[in-house]
């Protein structure tokens, strides 16, 4: 209770703003088992040693305004990671994944920050992880997971992660583990936490992508999350494409536009690691984005044909890396929910009364608050009957 009552009265009197709270916290006051979303608009962005703060005024339904005071690392660390002094600015509206304190006052750790036109701002730092076989993975920076492949001559990349910066940071990253340059990269699909980073790349590597990730990518370039058009894959295809690079065997599968229209995996034979992006992205129960012409059916076919696969290894898009087991299940899980809320829907359940009969591993909306699971299978078979 002392150090709640410590919070507030700095808050009242606005004392907060250059005393960095883990001083007198410690990591302990901190609940790391939940992440709270705090949406708001920034009032002070204070990039400072030892951390820097970031204040938020967050409404609730009833106009009553919480004052937010959150905290993240050094200027050092953060520039790692792709923030910089003007990431955020007074004004700006965000979205916070917030790791609260255990008594409950409006202060709480940085997990990420996500600007109103998609941006991501991470407090992840970058870090590669050693499969087999000259096969790594990365996780952290800013944007999806990526994989690269050593071959004989050069280095095979598999997504390009959110902003240049990231990228020139994975490519750095990358130059520790061998000398060989980045050849070619595989896109996993077209959303920007996965592409927007290709022009950290050096001119003239060869893009690789499903021809409809292609398409998207040229599509969004009026968009405030825009690819970049002199850095669009150089190499297409529809179902599959099997190449060797380098002496590396790849083959690259795509079935039917499932996550979005150009979704692929990329397939190490030898190796047995399945690369599959947002495809295989268990963090969220089965994300579709249906503006770019994804299904839920889609998804399911896609994972019944990773799942065939004669692999052991899933590296996705986001968390960590998955088995064939886990796979599985959550395509169980998937099937039997999906069938629900058809079920549900021939007996004239409303959407509101559906989505009350979510299971909790299903979060009500997706990313940037896109329709959830319920919603996209709602939609499907609200207008197109079957
Ligand atoms: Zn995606």
Redesign the pocket.
């Known amino acids: 209770m002392r150090s709640r009552g410590w919070s507030l009265l700095l808050l009242e009197f606005g004392l907060v703003s250059s005393i960095p709270l883990l001083a007198h916290h410690g990591n302990a006051a901190y609940d790391y088992t939940v992440t709270k979303t705090v949406k708001g608009i920034v009032t002070e962005w204070t990039w400072s040693n030892p951390h820097c703060l970031l204040k938020v005024n967050s409404k609730d339904e009833k106009g009553n305004v919480t004052h937010w005071i959150l905290e993240t690392n050094s200027p050092v660390d953060l520039l790692r990671t792709g923030w910089t002094a003007t990431s955020v600015k007074p004004g700006d509206e965000v979205t916070v994944d917030v790791i609260p304190t255990k008594n409950g006052t409006p202060v709480g750790r940085i997990g990420r920050v996500v600007l109103a036109d998609g941006t991501v701002l991470s407090t992840d730092p970058l870090a590669v992880i050693f499969i087999r076989d000259g096969a790594y993975w990365t996780k952290g920076g800013v944007g999806g997971n990526t994989g690269f492949v050593v071959g004989k001559d050069g280095v095979i990349v598999f997504d390009a992660k959110m902003t240049p910066n990231s990228a020139k940071e994975m490519i750095a990253a990358i130059a520790k583990v061998t000398p060989k340059p980045v050849t070619h990269v595989v896109l996993s699909?077209s959303?920007g936490?996965?592409v927007n980073g290709l022009s950290g790349f050096p001119k003239g590597v060869t893009i690789i992508a499903q021809e409809n990730c292609k398409r998207e990518m040229e599509e969004s370039k009026d968009s405030r999350m825009a690819a970049a058009q002199d850095y669009l894959p150089t190499k297409i295809f529809d179902k599959n494409l099997d190449l060797t690079i380098d002496g590396v065997r790849v083959q690259l599968r795509h079935w039917v536009p499932a996550?979005?229209s150009g979704d692929l995996i990329m397939l190490l034979p030898d190796e047995r690691i399945v690369f599959g992006?947002?495809l295989i992205d268990l963090t969220q129960f089965a994300?579709v984005?249906t503006q770019k012409g994804g299904s839920t059916e889609g998804w399911i076919t896609s994972m019944k044909g990773i799942i065939d696969l004669d692999a052991d290894t899933f590296v996705s898009?986001h968390g960590d890396l998955q088995t064939k087991s886990a796979l599985r299940a959550r395509l169980t899980a998937v099937e039997a929910r999906r069938q629900k809320i058809k079920e549900m829907i021939a007996s004239g359940r409303s959407l509101e009364e559906i989505k009350k009969t979510a299971p909790p591993e299903e979060p009500p909306t997706g990313p940037f608050g896109s329709p959830g699971f319920t919603e996209v299978v709602y939609n499907e078979f609200a207008k197109h009957p079957s």
Do not use: M
């Open positions: 699909h959303d936490d996965h996550h979005t992006g947002d994300l984005h898009g």
